[in-house]
């Protein structure tokens, strides 16, 4: 018996844990979300630098 009441303490503690909730799974989920939406924003905002100083070497390369 005294056996099985730290097996049930560490199943008690694991089991509050975030990702034993619906509601701490559905935070999980949207942090994430919300990491792959600021990764997507920096890449768009590298592209678009890109660009720009490309157009901008290409009026350079126009005007000589």
Do not use: T, W
């Amino acid at each position: 018996m005294m056996k099985l009441l730290p097996i049930a303490v560490l199943f008690a503690l694991v089991a509050c844990g975030r990702q034993s909730s619906p509601e701490g799974r559905s935070i999980i989920r949207d942090e994430q979300i919300q990491a792959q939406i600021n990764l997507l924003k920096e890449q768009n905002k590298a592209i678009l630098d890109s660009m720009m100083l490309i157009n901008n070497e290409l009026k350079a390369l126009k005007h000589r």
